[in-house]
């Protein structure tokens, strides 16, 4: 217990660095912004429970989405991408009702997209400190799950936005609860939001069979 809380602690270090380097680049590259990867998960691909072809195709489909955003919306709404296993979730602010609805129809144009989860907020965009504090909470969740014994990191995918934390990833029922549990005890979340593509145990037991099989 008192190594996976000093394992917790450590990564939580690291990880508060690029919290803050990440708020950094969110002040300078704009209003509209996408997220793809990141430099925890993305060193980790090849334990990725996306095949490849997928963990492409989400790069490609962000890029794509978030060019699109730039050019439909511009820089009048904070928008964010993160496509996980081909569904695109869209996480942000928008001025009304039509921006949003905006948002969605040009996300769904994009091919290869398979789902669209439109949680843009209708309210004013977030401040460079709101994006600040969401970029730290990531990581802290990022940590917590790096830090339980019970749980493949990399198999999630954390996104947050104005306190709410989004989880994507392709994950037992039981690693769900367990990670949506980790985060809702972390200081400054308000709500955790599941959206996970569940996979059954034997799904799972096969995962780690192949995984071991190329190691």
């Given at each position: 217990m008192v190594n996976s809380l000093q394992t917790r602690l450590k990564v939580?270090?690291?990880?508060?660095?690029?919290?803050?380097?990440?708020?950094?680049?969110?002040?300078?590259?704009g209003c509209v912004g996408v997220v793809v990867g990141g430099a925890v998960v993305g060193?980790?691909?090849?334990?990725?429970?996306?095949?490849?072809?997928?963990?492409?195709?989400?790069?490609?489909?962000a890029l794509k989405v978030n060019t699109r955003m730039h050019d439909t919306i511009g820089d009048i709404a904070h928008i964010?991408?993160?496509?996980?296993?081909?569904?695109?979730?869209?996480?942000?602010?928008?001025?009304?009702?039509?921006?949003?609805?905006?948002?969605e129809r040009e996300t769904r144009a994009v091919q290869g997209v398979q789902g669209v989860m439109n949680e843009l907020e209708i309210t004013e965009k977030s401040s460079l400190g709101s994006r600040s504090s969401d970029a730290l909470i990531t990581s802290k969740v990022e940590a917590n799950l790096i830090g339980e014994k019970n749980?493949?990191?990399?198999?999630?995918?954390?996104?947050?936005?104005?306190?709410t934390v989004y989880l994507l990833g392709r994950v037992t029922e039981n690693e769900g609860k367990i990670a949506a549990s980790l985060t809702s005890e972390i200081s400054g979340?308000?709500?955790?939001?599941?959206?996970?593509?569940?996979?059954?145990?034997?799904e799972l037991k096969s995962m780690t069979a192949a995984e071991g099989a190329r190691s």
């Amino acid at each position: 217990m008192v190594n996976s809380l000093q394992t917790r602690l450590k990564v939580a270090q690291s990880l508060t660095a690029i919290a803050l380097l990440a708020g950094l680049a969110l002040s300078l590259q704009g209003c509209v912004g996408v997220v793809v990867g990141g430099a925890v998960v993305g060193s980790m691909a090849a334990t990725d429970r996306r095949t490849l072809g997928a963990q492409t195709e989400d790069k490609e489909i962000a890029l794509k989405v978030n060019t699109r955003m730039h050019d439909t919306i511009g820089d009048i709404a904070h928008i964010d991408v993160t496509s996980y296993n081909r569904k695109v979730l869209l996480t942000g602010e928008v001025r009304d009702q039509q921006m949003k609805d905006t948002a969605e129809r040009e996300t769904r144009a994009v091919q290869g997209v398979q789902g669209v989860m439109n949680e843009l907020e209708i309210t004013e965009k977030s401040s460079l400190g709101s994006r600040s504090s969401d970029a730290l909470i990531t990581s802290k969740v990022e940590a917590n799950l790096i830090g339980e014994k019970n749980l493949n990191s990399s198999a999630f995918k954390v996104v947050t936005e104005r306190g709410t934390v989004y989880l994507l990833g392709r994950v037992t029922e039981n690693e769900g609860k367990i990670a949506a549990s980790l985060t809702s005890e972390i200081s400054g979340v308000m709500k955790v939001v599941k959206m996970f593509e569940y996979i059954s145990e034997d799904e799972l037991k096969s995962m780690t069979a192949a995984e071991g099989a190329r190691s």
